[in-house]
């Protein structure tokens, strides 16, 4: 027994080994180890512990102790609670996929244009001259449509038949109760939770109109453990440290901790590199790009001012294989040949290389981060490491715990249970509540919560490495504003009742639904 | 008692206000409690010749000489005198280090023209390559603005001016001329400026509120501080009303970023330290703006206003005062303006009406908590000259604000 353990760990070190290899920043700390190594700190008759000391010391011990943690999350990605209906999600989104792709098709060959060429060297010199300020950059995007929007992608879920599925008579699909997915119950979440469920102080508790000192000393307490957390440079502590909500000056390097996307000098080369193909190759998806930002962010009066950066980020993120290649469950993908080009491996290329096709808000996963970061780069890695981890599953049929149907489905049998009056009065007037919430939860309330109230959602995402206080909180809301609710009968009625959500304060109401009276 | 309330303005932002607490318009001429008045009727209710005298259930919405302040020549005359008595004094809030003002160097090098004409030679000559702006010192809404960046310019344009005989008034018109500031805070390479609005109940004793939902007008041009662009207004002013006739100018968010949304993106890319101390630091300059023309504001208890400061702030995060204008504008680009000028007017007549909701001018004017909504008290001498902590909106971080303040009186 002991030894088919030790085995097992010696086969796991070894890939743990392997695929550190394989990580960009490996070089890097491969050369630092090297050189402490040849310091005189480490001795030749100790090798072990005087390297391990030392390692201690200057912080690489620490580093190497992140790179593990980050291994470890990123292999337990797949864990799909219902194995069993796992290939019928996987058929319901390569159709979703194809659908998506035809879509794009017809309207290349409507418009009369190409899904990819090499790029006009007018239009290359255009897009150089105006890389800092793409909002500027003169293309014509009027005749360009969002592929899908939100309330699409939830006509698909809603149509999806089940393995279970049963015809109910008249009533088309009104809820996601046919999917056999068990979700959480309320004493899970609260179990998840506990932190918040115990009412203990958080950050983002003073809303209420005036500072009140003791939230001052409360946010400067956090704030000097907080530095000691940044200063310790553990991950895992970082993790932690966020369960209670983050400082915003502490927000960036918190964040960037946990997911492990500090950036070295390999990043700015690596997103040279995306940029360069963005100058090469004239896409298709770059306008599509431009036009969701231009729907969304640049109207937005929370993020009109970072349009510019959200147009270079996004464009070098659709160029991206290695978003491709670290989604698991790689998306169905469109090889496609350049213009004028003839189809040889050389001119033929993946479409767009990072396999996403944004929807209409797509900008709204990156658009929240530009208040953490100045610099483009540090922006894009982190906004790239937080799609990978969560964002991705929220626009794809999967029946993954954290996507998007079991997220709605959390959402539903929340209401259920905590306000059955609510759901029968929604039952009643026939409007599926999940149709009002859908933007909510798929945009994780980027662009309807305010910037400020938003990033602590975010920071309890990454603190519980979950989205489940997202259909939680969009279950709040409502039973916030019930008696609103419960007054109105038309879907139109329904929406201006929750269009503003700028009096929510996100922390002190998660917790007042998690606490036991 | 009904309250009655009268206004020239024809924004519903005033109207809707006052009528969604019950008072009843009346004309100018009926028994008015309230009058919310452009300044010029302001000007004439109050002069010698109108023989109108109010009682003590009327308010009104200016100061007699609110120009002692609103006016650019004025404003920049007030502070510096008030620097120089406080020089004078030996307070060591007037302290130099490097011949500049330590803690009062809050506006820009500025004279009038033509008045200080050599003065400002002098000055120009020290630094030839620096930028200037000039501005009409009595108008609005970067009317009549320009920048210079040569002597030469500035004497062209003085000759024209004279010569022009279509525009005499011109040849009168007095300007300022300011170091212009080339260095602003840039978000998305852009620059913009701070809309802050403070309500002044009395000058003497002081009694400043300060509102926390500002905004900052952003310019529509990326910054770009070349000659060529010089004269592109779109680059250099902030004004929504030279802003929306830009090509780029987006009526959805008119260019308007809230403050607080500004603090958190300053907060998470600077740090809470220098985010807090920007913000101090521009209450601090508010305070010492209107201690600048407490000395000449004539006094009158049937007056409160509510001033626009227009802050610029530099890549070292210090915070500049502009201009401060008197009647800031109540009209709504946007949704969410709209929403924070109601929110402005409802948090005004809550402040300047007393709890028993009838206006009185023998009130102390000390305004309880739950009043203030979402004005913050700046400073009140009442309570610092008799220590009256209890029961007020003093409590809290801002009684120590204001005694920090003070810390050195
Ligand atoms: N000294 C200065 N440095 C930089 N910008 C300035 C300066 N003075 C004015 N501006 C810009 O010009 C705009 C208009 O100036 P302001 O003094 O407010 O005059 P107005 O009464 O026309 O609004 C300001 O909002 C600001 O953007
Ligand atoms: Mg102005």
Not at chain 1, 102 to 123: P, V, W, Y
Not at chain 1, 493 to 502: F, K, M, P, Q, R
Not at chain 2, 341 to 368: A, C, E, M, Q
């Amino acid at each position: 027994m002991e030894e088919i353990k030790d085995k097992s760990i010696h086969h796991t070190a070894l890939r743990l080994c392997e695929d550190l290899k394989q990580n960009p920043t490996y070089k890097g700390l491969y050369t630092d180890v090297q050189k402490l190594v040849s310091s005189s700190n480490v001795k030749y008759e100790d090798f072990k512990e005087s390297l391990s000391k030392s390692m201690k010391e200057n912080g690489l011990e620490a580093e190497l102790r992140n790179n593990v943690y980050h291994w470890v999350r990123s292999q337990n990605k797949d864990n799909l609670c219902y194995a069993s209906f796992d290939s019928f999600f996987k058929k319901a989104q390569i159709q979703w996929e194809k659908r998506i792709h035809k879509s794009l098709n017809s309207m290349c060959s409507e418009l009369g244009i190409h899904l990819a060429r090499i790029r006009f060297t007018q239009d290359r010199e255009e897009l150089i001259e105006k890389w800092g300020e793409l909002s500027n950059y003169d293309v014509d995007i009027n005749k360009y449509r969002p592929v899908y929007s939100p309330k699409d992608f939830l006509e698909v879920l809603l149509n999806l038949k089940g393995p279970n599925y049963k015809h109910r008579g008249e009533e088309p699909t009104w809820d996601f109760s046919h999917i056999p997915i068990k979700v959480k119950d309320l004493s899970e979440l609260r179990t998840l939770y506990s932190e918040l469920s115990h009412g203990e102080a958080v950050m983002g508790m003073n809303t209420s109109r005036y500072m009140s000192s003791s939230y001052a000393a409360f946010e400067a307490e956090r704030i000097a453990l907080g530095e000691r957390v940044v200063l310790s440079n553990h991950a895992p502590v970082a993790q932690e440290y966020l369960k209670k909500g983050c400082p915003p000056c502490l927000r960036k390097k918190m964040w960037t901790l946990v997911l492990g996307s500090e950036v070295k000098e390999t990043h700015y080369h690596y997103y040279e590199k995306l940029k360069t193909h963005v100058l090469q190759y004239d896409l298709m998806v770059d306008k599509l790009i431009i036009k969701d930002i231009h729907l969304t962010a640049s109207n937005d009066d929370q993020y009109f001012v970072f349009e510019d950066v959200l147009h270079q980020i996004l464009l070098c993120f659709s160029r991206d294989a290695e978003i491709l290649k670290q989604l698991s469950n790689k998306p169905g993908y469109m090889q496609v040949v350049l213009k004028g080009k003839p189809s040889t491996p050389e001119n033929t290329l993946i479409f767009p290389p990072s396999g996403v096709i944004p929807f209409h808000g797509f900008t709204m996963y990156a658009a929240p981060f530009c208040y953490l970061f100045d610099d483009s780069v540090a922006l894009y890695f982190t906004v790239r490491a937080f799609y990978l981890r969560y964002w991705f599953r929220l626009h794809r049929v999967c029946g993954h715990s954290q996507g998007i149907l079991c997220l709605c489905l959390l959402f539903e049998r929340l209401l259920q249970c905590y306000d059955p009056v609510l759901w029968h009065h929604f039952k009643k007037i026939h409007i599926p509540p999940i149709r009002v919430v859908f933007k909510w939860i798929m945009r994780a309330f980027s662009g309807h919560l305010p910037p400020e109230q938003l990033l602590y959602l975010w920071d309890l995402v990454l603190a519980y490495d979950s989205l489940e206080a997202i259909p939680l909180l969009a279950v709040v809301i409502l039973i916030f504003r019930r008696d609103n609710l419960l007054r109105v009968t038309t879907l139109q009625n329904i929406e201006a009742v929750l269009a503003d959500l700028s009096s929510i304060a996100v922390m002190s109401m998660l917790q007042m639904a998690l606490s036991k009276e | 008692m009904r309250v009655t309330f009268c206004t020239d303005l024809d924004k519903n932002v005033v109207v809707a206000n006052c009528e969604k607490r019950g008072w009843i318009q009346v004309g100018p001429e009926d028994d008015w409690n309230i009058y919310w008045a452009g300044t010029l009727t302001c000007r004439s209710l109050f002069s010698v010749d109108s023989g109108y005298r109010m009682n003590d259930n009327q308010i009104i919405n200016h100061f007699p000489n609110h120009y002692e302040i609103s006016r650019k020549d004025l404003l920049v005359k007030n502070i510096k005198r008030y620097r120089r008595d406080l020089e004078k004094e030996g307070n060591v809030l007037a302290e130099r280090g490097d011949s500049k003002y330590l803690h009062l160097d809050f506006i820009p090098v500025t004279f009038v023209l033509p008045a200080d004409y050599n003065m400002f030679v002098e000055e120009y000559r020290k630094a030839p390559q620096s930028t200037w702006i000039m501005k009409p010192c009595g108008r609005s809404q970067g009317s009549g603005i320009f920048l210079i960046n040569k002597l030469s310019k500035l004497k062209r344009w003085s000759r024209e001016a004279n010569k022009n005989p279509l525009q005499p008034q011109l040849a009168k018109e007095s300007y300022v001329i300011s170091r212009y500031i080339d260095n602003p805070l840039l978000i998305g390479g852009k620059k913009f400026d701070l809309r802050l609005y403070v309500l002044v109940t009395s000058f003497r004793p002081l009694k400043a509120y300060q509102f926390r939902l500002g905004f900052c007008r952003f310019c529509t041009v990326k910054y770009d501080s070349s000659v060529a662009e010089l004269d592109n207004m779109y680059v250099h002013l902030t004004n929504v009303s030279v802003q929306k006739h830009g090509e780029e100018y987006n009526a959805l968010h008119g260019g308007k970023l809230s403050v607080q949304n500004l603090r958190l993106h300053l907060e998470s890319t600077r740090g809470k330290e220098v985010t807090e101390r920007l913000f101090d630091q521009i209450s601090w300059l508010i305070i010492h703006s209107l201690k600048a023309v407490q000395p000449v504001i004539a006094t009158d208890r049937h007056c409160f206003e509510c001033y626009g400061y227009d802050i610029i702030i530099d890549n070292k995060l210090k915070p500049w005062l502009i201009e401060v204008n008197a009647s800031p504008s109540l009209t709504s680009t946007t949704a969410n303006d709209r929403i924070l000028k109601h929110k402005l007017l409802d948090n005004i007549f809550n402040i300047v009406v007393p709890p028993s909701g009838y206006p009185d001018v023998r009130w102390n004017k000390i305004v309880s908590t739950e009043a203030l909504g979402d004005f913050e008290l700046l400073i009140d001498e009442d309570i610092l000259n008799h220590g009256n902590h209890d029961d007020t909106a003093s409590l809290d971080r801002h009684s120590n604000r204001s005694a920090n303040f003070y810390r050195w009186k």
